[in-house]
């Protein structure tokens, strides 16, 4: 900035104590710029010189007095500013986005300025700038009073501009987050649409039944899911992070199982059933539960166990929603005690027939015949096939509750031989029963 110097001179002759109270020059109608005061100033036949420089800095043409007071003896002076450039004109302020506590400045550009100096109202100097706009960075949502200077090559400062007021925007308002389900109950295999509408945001982030970034424009998706599941969507902005109202989509779901056992006969009472547990549990039903054993429906209660009574042919259970198309199904595991077998026309576990050879002895001589026995304790009538290598012979077993024995003998054997028998009922293929014997035979010796 140009200065104009205003150089005080003073003549003493021998020695003189110079008391200077004050030593200031004041701006006219603006500013009052003051000096340090100076005290006990003592000069001996010499020249004291005292240099002021007030500088010529706004506003009009301004001019600067001094004043000194000497022993008493006031003196005082005048200096006149030169003309200032004219000031700036077109100063208008707009607001930067939200959150960022800036204004933009613009203003007209100003002939023969090289530069331009920015001010709040209170003189405060915000920066400086070649072009003819600025960028002031405050506080958010505050209101600040500006005005512009130019400057010349030389570094003479223009008038001040009109003042011109503008607020810094707002805080960013966080983002606004909907999501939707649609529907928002499912039967198993069927989907629901997820829909999101954002407005203020730059990012989105899934969670829950659904994970990883989302479209922040908002957008919809397709979910299958199978069973009832939660989805969650928080999106980010300049203003912040929001949540979403978590969204639901209920999928019926459930199991149901069965166990094991076997039927025991008592004494010689065949067995026809047994006993075994039947779980489940239903989840979210759209219905009552149905919960049956075969077409019978035996509880409509959410969850088990239940013992039920069971045999081959009536052992299937299966979870119903009765709302819905959900069903889910499991089969007990059921077997007749070892040594009967389950007829599905009697509807019990028959005892199977217990059938043995026995012989006195399994080794003869070769041409030689066996005679051995064979026993059978069944309570079926059975035909019973004997094959000792030769034709089969057959017999029948008339029920019976005791053993019965039946006397048979081998053909004449000449080698090595398995004997051996099986008794099945005409009535049923599954009851049957079988034993067998190897019998050895020694070769004949030949004389020579």
Same mark, same amino acid.
């Given at each position: 900035m140009k200065k104009n110097s205003l150089r005080l001179t003073i003549f003493a002759f021998g020695l003189?104590?110079?008391?200077?109270?004050?030593?200031?020059?004041?701006? =006219?109608?603006?500013?009052?710029?003051?000096?340090?005061?100076?005290?006990?100033?003592?000069?001996?036949?010499?020249?004291?010189?005292?240099?002021?420089?007030?500088?010529?800095?706004?506003?009009?043409?301004?001019?600067?007095?001094?004043?000194l007071t000497v022993n008493g003896v006031a003196i005082s002076g005048t200096k006149n500013c030169p003309p200032l450039d004219p000031a700036p004109t077109g100063l208008t302020v707009?607001? #930067? =986005?939200?959150?960022?506590? #800036?204004?933009?400045?613009?203003?007209?550009d100003s002939a023969g300025a090289a530069s331009y100096s920015v001010y709040l109202s209170d003189n405060t100097w915000l920066g400086n700038s070649? $072009?003819?706009?600025?960028?002031?960075? &405050?506080?958010? $949502?505050?209101t600040y009073n500006y005005y512009v200077r130019s400057s010349n090559g030389s570094g003479v400062q223009s008038a001040n501009s009109a003042i011109v007021s503008g607020a810094t925007a707002a805080a960013c308002p966080a983002p606004t987050v909907s999501l939707t389900a649609s529907p928002g109950t499912i039967d198993p295999g069927d989907s629901s649409t997820l829909?999101?509408?954002?407005?203020?945001?730059?990012?989105?982030?899934?969670?829950?039944?659904w994970n990883g970034s989302k479209n922040s424009g908002g957008d919809n998706e397709t979910?299958? %899911?199978?069973?009832?599941?939660?989805?969650?969507?928080?999106?980010?902005?300049? $203003?912040?992070?929001?949540?979403?109202? +978590?969204?639901?989509?209920?999928?019926?779901?459930?199991f149901i199982s069965a166990g094991t056992c076997t039927i025991i006969p008592v004494g010689t009472t065949e067995g026809t059933d047994c006993n075994v547990s039947v779980d489940w549990d239903a989840y979210d039903f759209t219905g009552?539960?149905?919960?049956?054993?075969?077409?019978?429906v035996f509880s409509s209660s959410q969850s088990g166990p239940q013992t039920r009574t069971v045999d081959p042919d009536d052992r299937s259970f299966t979870l119903r929603d009765t709302?819905?198309?959900?069903?889910?199904?499991?089969?007990?595991?059921?077997?007749?005690?070892?040594?009967?077998?389950?007829? +599905?026309?009697?509807?019990?576990?028959?005892?199977? %027939?217990?059938?043995?050879?026995?012989?006195?002895?399994?080794l003869i001589r070769s041409g030689s015949t066996l005679d051995f026995e064979i026993s059978v304790n069944s309570n079926f009538d059975l035909t019973c096939?004997?094959?000792? &290598?030769?034709? +089969?012979?057959?017999?029948?077993?008339?029920?019976?509750?005791?053993?019965?024995?039946?006397?048979?003998?081998?053909?004449?054997?000449?080698?090595? #031989?398995?004997?051996?028998? *099986?008794?099945? *009922?005409?009535?049923?293929?599954?009851? =049957?029963?079988?034993?067998?014997?190897?019998?050895?035979?020694?070769?004949?010796?030949?004389?020579?």
């Open positions: 003189l104590a110079l008391g200077v109270s004050l030593v200031s020059y004041v701006q =006219a109608a603006t500013y009052v710029h003051t000096f340090t005061s100076q005290t006990d100033l003592v000069y001996t036949n010499s020249v004291d010189t005292h240099t002021m420089n007030p500088t010529c800095d706004g506003g009009s043409p301004l001019s600067y007095t001094w004043s707009v607001p #930067q =986005a939200c959150s960022t506590g #800036q204004n933009y400045l613009d203003w007209a070649i $072009g003819s706009d600025f960028t002031h960075t &405050g506080a958010v $949502g505050t829909t999101w509408t954002v407005t203020g945001a730059t990012s989105c982030t899934a969670s829950g039944g979910v299958s %899911p199978v069973v009832t599941t939660t989805y969650n969507l928080s999106c980010t902005g300049p $203003g912040g992070t929001t949540a979403a109202t +978590p969204v639901t989509v209920t999928s019926p779901s459930g009552t539960p149905s919960i049956q054993q075969g077409a019978t709302g819905g198309s959900f069903i889910d199904s499991a089969t007990a595991n059921v077997t007749c005690q070892a040594g009967t077998v389950w007829l +599905p026309t009697a509807s019990h576990c028959a005892f199977l %027939p217990i059938v043995d050879i026995e012989s006195n002895t399994n096939t004997v094959r000792d &290598g030769g034709a +089969p012979q057959t017999f029948s077993h008339v029920a019976s509750v005791t053993t019965v024995p039946y006397p048979r003998t081998t053909r004449a054997l000449t080698s090595t #031989q398995v004997v051996s028998v *099986s008794c099945i *009922s005409s009535l049923n293929p599954l009851v =049957a029963g079988s034993d067998e014997v190897r019998i050895n035979v020694i070769p004949t010796v030949q004389e020579i």
